[in-house]
């Protein structure tokens, strides 16, 4: 079972799914999907991890989730972006630019 | 959110947002978590559909690039996971899960204990006893030393506690001073309180003895306790016009009026002035005085009012407890009592003739009342709680140990446990909750052997002039001890057995030689350590239960009188207000007359104190005209008290009937009295003078007696004196009567009847034997030797169980290389050396930890030892033999099991 996913730094799929529930609200295989394609294929989330964290985010008040149907007719939960979970979204991410800048600057050093 | 949580908010700042936000989210995780723990179904179903939902879209999208559905779905399982582990990844990661994992073991855990019944009953049976014994031990000395009052605000009381000239502490104050403290700004309220036995009669019966407290009116009030019955005194009393009213305690109220709800209105008398029933103190109230509970209260009478029936109504020296207004602090309350006390010491004219009188007050919190009767036994209290935390410590150890043996044989089975999957963590918190569950049953064993051993302690308190009751029903802090008692067992217990249990890999485990391999000798090695340990406890505990028993037997030894058992005690009380200072004598002497015309009777005679002192000593200062004083002991007797009881004369003569109130004041004294006073002069006729009644009188000596222990048995005898009842009147004197056989109870109910013809108006209580007295006298050291003891038997009992394990275990581990020995031709004897051998050595290894650490707890509690040197050559020596006996009996058993091994059975075993 290849899980890529375990490559991402810890914590940082919970910032990824924020960031793509910023967009538009989405279902658990859209997220999957959009992550997948936004990183180019670099980063594939199984269920398990994906699900996992979308219990966390949940119950941190982070999102919010609500069945829907799909274009396809099918039921599916869309999860959403909350007022807390924008403004974390937004923290992390100034907080993400800087650290990479930081990173960066020190394997560019030597 | 209202006004409150507004200022709070601009107080904190952004602070306090922070926290709402982390406590919504808390509250929000704890009710989705609620919610998947108790709609389980449902939420099972919703996260099935949403899983399923997204393997689904995953496939389609395989499918629209051409595959075939069935292949689409393999690919994606393998790719994203399958369903079934999704979803066990998804709830493993919620905190309920962990709940409901903890259910499982638990519920496991129980099953498991139940296909074990001999050793769960075993287990329990051991731990219960040691929780069981802590938390009595615990509950009595919390009861003795540290209960707070059951009374409104108890941390606002303060004791007023008088301090003498010569720095010694008293409790009385003048009644006054209560009245001047009301004034000042730094009470809000003060209590008086004093008590006094009493002759209680009802509808008619005969006279009963009781001990009544006199307080002031706003008594109930003050403490702002609910009577079980009425509201305390009536109005009109709380404002100062006195009525005759009682109020009873509920424990009388249950014992004399069989708790009759109707008993308000009735009316009783006492000291034959009637009183009116007006309420019944609620349950578990006693009294300020820990160990007190008198049966009656009544309230004081107004200043300068007197009731001849009891002066005891009218007296002018009480005990007083305040109530600290709010914000104000004992040390400022202290000095502002001194200051107002002054003037009041000072003008007192009782105070001032006393030989030492109160010149301070000091403050005390009132949180826990005063030590009262339970004072002096607080090392005694204290050393037994000490004991007995090393009586569960030692049943710990050797549950341990029991935990251990039962690990090992288990270990295959947590080896295939942990082969299919199950972690480390999972298991250890298995066994865990194994213990825990053991401990709990333990635990609740230990409470019902508090609450049906915890009348034990009375057994030991000396019950006389004051019958010490303590409230025995747990309070908060006994039952959280014994929680706490039960969880650490459940911890210590289970941790060493649980790790030791699963910390061999699989495959060491799945081996089917385990006879070989290392796990078993670690776990042995582990409980032979633990064994050793309980050897050297059971040791110290035993040298103690030695050195406290030898005491014991040291100071009985010194009991002066010849078979105490054939002297009968009669406390007599005849009141003070009905019988004066001449209808008394005549009293006195008509009662001795009687008795000792009994059949069956020897001798009798009276003495206000007698031999330990019904109350107390009495001590006086004496002087000789040319100026030598000596400080003595005395008591106040009647002719034939030294045949009585059994003290020689030496010299001179007895009292008589012919000395009396119009006689020469005479006087005996005992041999150490006159060799302090005269060295090698004669003493008889020589002149005594010390103060009788606040008057100084000269006594003349008219006879010497030889010393004895008379009052206290713990030290050696004091300078002593005697004075004549009939030449110093009685107060509450005691008949004493020697009688001939060793069969008293006749004499008992024939010397009632002699006084019920004299008056029936008299109480008679406190009969016992002269025996019992002398037990009272020694109730300290018989409380601390006898449960001690008990402990230190209990002790060894556990050790020869532990030891006994051990062994049984070793011999079936090494079954075959004994039955190699035997095949290779070892005797009988060899084998049995073998095994006891090993045994021993476990034991001499505690001895050797034990008999230091003994040697260091005998010299801390030197100070209550009698007789002999902490390092007590006797006491070391019996107690290790008898250790030894013992271990080596335990060891026996299995060792003659080695010695029938088989030598063609034990290489075929396994």
């Known amino acids: 079972m290849p899980d890529r996913s375990s490559d991402l730094v810890q914590g940082t799929l919970d910032m990824l799914i924020l960031k793509t529930l910023g967009l538009e609200p989405m279902h658990g295989y859209g997220i999957s999907i959009r992550i997948e394609q936004m990183s180019q294929g670099v980063f594939r989330v199984n269920a398990g991890s994906l699900f996992l964290a979308i219990q966390r985010l949940e119950r941190a008040g982070l999102i919010k989730g609500e069945w829907r149907d799909t274009e396809n007719r099918r039921r599916a939960k869309y999860y959403a972006l909350t007022e807390p979970g924008r403004k974390r979204l937004n923290r992390e991410t100034r907080e993400w630019g800087r650290q990479v800048a930081a990173i960066a600057r020190i394997l560019e050093a030597s | 959110m209202g006004e409150a949580s507004g200022s709070y908010r601009q107080n904190l700042g952004g602070f306090v947002k922070v926290e709402l936000g982390v406590i919504m989210s808390l509250l929000r995780n704890l009710a989705t978590g609620l919610r998947s723990l108790f709609c389980k179904e449902q939420v099972s179903k919703e996260l099935d559909e949403e899983v399923n939902g997204f393997l689904e879209m995953a496939a389609e999208e395989k499918m629209e690039q051409g595959m075939s559905r069935q292949d689409a779905l393999r690919r994606v399982r393998w790719e994203r996971g399958t369903l079934e582990v999704t979803k066990e990844v998804v709830r493993a990661g919620s905190w309920e899960s962990w709940v409901e994992t903890c259910w499982q073991d638990l519920y496991f855990g129980f099953r498991t204990l139940s296909k074990s019944p001999g050793f769960t009953f075993v287990a329990v049976v051991v731990l219960a006893l040691g929780i069981g014994v802590n938390a009595t031990i615990f509950n009595t000395a919390n009861a003795a030393l540290w209960r707070t009052l059951p009374v409104a605000d108890p941390q606002s009381l303060v004791r007023l506690i008088p301090v003498r000239q010569d720095n010694h502490e008293s409790e009385d104050l003048p009644v006054q001073l209560a009245g001047e403290l009301r004034r000042t700004d730094t009470f809000s309220d003060v209590i008086t309180s004093t008590d006094d036995g009493l002759s209680f009669s009802y509808k008619g019966g005969s006279a009963e003895r009781v001990l009544g407290e006199v307080v002031s009116p706003n008594f109930f009030a003050f403490l702002g306790i609910q009577p079980e019955l009425g509201e305390g005194f009536s109005a009109g009393v709380r404002k100062g016009e006195w009525a005759p009213e009682v109020v009873l305690s509920y424990r009388f109220w249950r014992r004399r009026f069989g708790g009759d709800p109707h008993v308000l209105g009735r009316t009783i008398r006492l000291n034959n002035y009637p009183f009116v029933i007006v309420g019944v103190s609620p349950r578990d109230f006693y009294s300020l005085r820990v160990g007190f509970d008198p049966e009656l209260r009544m309230p004081q009478l107004p200043p300068g009012v007197s009731l001849s029936q009891s002066e005891l109504l009218s007296s002018s020296y009480a005990e007083i407890t305040a109530r600290l207004k709010p914000g104000i602090g004992i040390v400022q309350a202290e000095t502002a009592t001194d200051a107002a006390s002054q003037q009041l010491l000072h003008d007192d004219q009782y105070n001032q003739r006393r030989v030492n009188p109160i010149c301070h007050v000091r403050l005390a919190s009132g949180r826990r009342g005063s030590p009262g009767e339970l004072a002096p036994y607080r090392t005694s209290l204290l050393v037994l709680v000490g004991l007995a935390g090393i009586v569960l410590l030692l049943t710990c150890f050797n549950l341990t140990s029991m935990l251990l043996a039962r690990a090992t044989s288990r270990r295959r089975e947590f080896a295939v446990r942990a082969a299919i999957g199950a972690g480390r963590g999972r298991l250890v918190r298995q066994m865990f909750m194994e213990s825990l569950l053991l401990a709990i049953a333990a635990g609740a064993a230990g409470l019902a052997i508090m609450s049906s051993t915890g009348n034990l302690i009375r057994s030991f308190l000396p019950q006389g002039h004051i019958n010490v009751v303590l409230d025995l029903n747990p309070d908060l802090r006994s039952l959280w001890s014994a929680l706490g008692a039960t969880l650490l067992a459940g911890v210590l217990i289970g941790l060493l057995p649980a790790f030791e249990a699963t910390r061999n890999n699989i495959t060491l485990g799945l081996k089917s030689d385990s006879a070989a391999s290392i796990g078993d000798a670690r776990a042995a090695a582990f409980r032979k350590g633990l064994t050793i340990a309980q050897v050297a406890l059971s040791l110290l505990l035993l040298t103690t239960a030695g050195l406290f028993e030898r005491s014991v037997r040291n100071l009985e030894a010194e009991d002066p009188f010849p078979q105490p058992d054939r002297v009968l005690l009669f406390r007599m009380k005849p009141q003070r207000e009905l019988y004066d200072g001449e209808r008394i004598r005549v009293l006195a002497a008509e009662v001795v007359r009687r008795t000792s015309a009994l059949p069956g009777v020897k001798a009798a005679a009276l003495a206000e104190e007698g031999p330990y002192g019904s109350r107390g000593a009495m001590r006086g200062h004496m002087h000789t005209l040319d100026g030598r004083t000596a400080d003595a002991d005395m008591d106040i007797v009647s002719p034939a008290l030294f045949t009585t009881l059994g003290i020689p004369l030496l010299n001179g003569r007895d009292f008589s009937v012919r000395d009396n109130e119009a006689s020469k004041p005479v006087m005996i004294v005992d041999e150490t009295f006159a060799r302090r006073l005269f060295a090698d002069d004669n003493p008889i006729g020589k002149l005594v003078k010390t103060s009788v009644h606040d008057t100084d009188v000269a006594f003349e000596i008219i006879g010497v007696v030889r010393a004895s222990r008379y009052y206290d048995l ?147 509690i030197a100070a209550m030892l009698y007789g002999l040197h902490p390092n007590d050559p006797f006491s070391f020596a019996t107690v290790t033999f008898v250790l030894g006996v013992v271990t080596l009996l335990a060891c026996y058993l299995p060792a003659r099991r080695a010695t029938r091994v088989d030598p063609l059975v034990a290489l075929r075993y396994e």
């Open chain 2, 714 to 860: 713990h030290q050696s005898p004091p300078p002593m004196v005697f004075l004549n009842l009939q030449q110093v009147g009685p107060y509450m004197p005691t008949l004493h009567v020697r009688v001939a056989s060793a069969n008293p109870e006749t004499v008992v109910s024939e010397v009632r009847h002699e006084f019920d013809l004299i008056d029936r108006g008299v109480p008679i209580f406190d009969v016992r034997t002269l025996r019992d007295r002398a037990l009272d006298n020694l109730a300290q050291q018989r409380l601390v030797g006898d449960l001690t003891a008990a402990l230190g038997a209990l002790a060894l009992g556990l050790v020869a169980i532990g030891l006994y394990g051990l062994m049984a275990f070793s011999v079936a581990r090494r079954t075959r290389e004994i039955g190699i020995r035997v095949a290779l031709g070892a005797e009988r004897r060899q084998i049995m050396s073998l095994v006891t051998g090993e045994g021993m050595r476990i034991v001499l290894t505690g001895v050797a930890f034990g008999l230091p650490a003994s040697f260091v707890v005998a010299h801390l």
